[in-house]
């Protein structure tokens, strides 16, 4: 079970390490396997599902993201927690709303996580 502080902590370190396009800060947060999913992989044409699997197949997608957005800046708006889930909403590109969803394993690291966008 993740606390309170703990999901707030991750939540204030994910938004900071995108609004620096820093990778390596963002993916800290994972576990080597993670699997996400997005709108935005099939958009990109990176996926024919929308889903990736594995840190190095979605830092290749997020670097691609973040040639085609150089202007990424995400603001955080709410943090909503349950057990081991986290959702964070925010604006993401575009001035979209989104809110990420995240399931946490026992050791703190995201192991699954979607994006979900208006």
Excluded at 15 to 23: F, G, Q, S, Y
Excluded at 40 to 61: A, C, H, T, W
Excluded at 91 to 109: I, L, M, P, W, Y
Aim: with cysteine; aromatic share 14%.
């Amino acid at each position: 079970m993740i606390s309170r502080e703990q999901v707030l902590q991750f939540a204030d370190e994910w938004v900071a390490a995108w609004n620096t396009h820093n990778l390596d800060a963002v993916l800290e947060h994972y576990t080597e396997d993670f699997e996400m999913s997005s709108p935005f992989i099939l958009q990109m044409g990176i996926s024919p599902d929308g889903r990736l699997k594995g840190k190095e197949n979605v830092r290749n997608y997020w670097e691609k993201a973040l040639v085609k957005y150089p202007d990424l800046h995400f603001e955080l708006h709410e943090v909503l927690s349950c057990i081991n889930t986290v959702v964070i909403y925010y604006t993401s590109v575009k001035g979209k709303k989104a809110a990420e969803f995240f399931v946490f394993n026992e050791d703190g690291k995201v192991f699954l996580a979607m994006g979900h966008y208006n």
